[in-house]
């Protein structure tokens, strides 16, 4: 077992909306929020935490990072339940190039982002959780 590899190649889909997607607003918005942040040093400090996915056994599992990001996705538009998130994610160009998934790929399941994503035994993490919304 290891992670889910995700791909930088664009698919057919990335590449028909190429265009449109330089005058959306909320991937602007997106692309802000991924320039301010040090994700790699998020990543560094989940992977630490995070002991799904070490073992050599079962399915490959979403990786940290992208399971963060879909927490916080949850927490700054207020998205009230993890299927709403699963839908939003698969709907929303934003939120799939915020995460880095392609078009072509579907979002962690809802019962994925429940049981993993909030069960990281990180210290601190609640506040992530439980601060103030920035949207």
Same mark, same amino acid.
């Given at each position: 077992?290891?992670?889910?590899?995700?791909?930088?190649?664009?698919?057919?889909?990335?590449?028909?909306?190429?265009?449109?997607?330089?005058?959306?607003?909320?991937?602007? !918005?997106?692309?802000?929020? *991924?320039?301010?942040?040090?994700? %790699?040093?998020?990543?560094?400090?989940? $992977? =630490?935490?995070?002991?799904?996915?070490?073992?050599?056994?079962?399915?490959?599992?979403?990786?940290?990072?992208?399971?963060?990001?879909?927490?916080?996705?949850?927490?700054?538009?207020?998205?009230?339940?993890?299927?709403? !998130?699963?839908?939003?994610? *698969?709907?929303?160009?934003?939120? %799939?190039?915020?995460?880095?998934?392609? $078009? =072509?790929?579907?979002?962690?399941?809802?019962?994925?982002?429940?049981?993993?994503?909030?069960?990281?035994?990180?210290?601190?993490?609640?506040?992530?959780?439980?601060?103030?919304?920035?949207?």
């Amino acid at each position: 077992m290891g992670y889910k590899k995700m791909s930088n190649s664009l698919g057919f889909a990335d590449l028909a909306l190429a265009d449109s997607m330089k005058h959306n607003r909320s991937l602007k !918005l997106m692309d802000k929020l *991924n320039a301010a942040i040090d994700w %790699k040093r998020v990543e560094n400090i989940l $992977l =630490s935490h995070y002991t799904v996915g070490t073992s050599g056994e079962g399915a490959d599992a979403w990786p940290p990072l992208l399971l963060f990001k879909c927490m916080l996705l949850q927490k700054w538009f207020r998205i009230p339940s993890d299927p709403e !998130l699963e839908n939003q994610i *698969n709907d929303r160009l934003s939120f %799939k190039k915020f995460l880095g998934l392609p $078009l =072509s790929k579907p979002s962690p399941d809802h019962s994925t982002c429940q049981w993993e994503c909030k069960s990281v035994p990180i210290p601190g993490i609640e506040k992530c959780t439980t601060s103030p919304r920035f949207f």
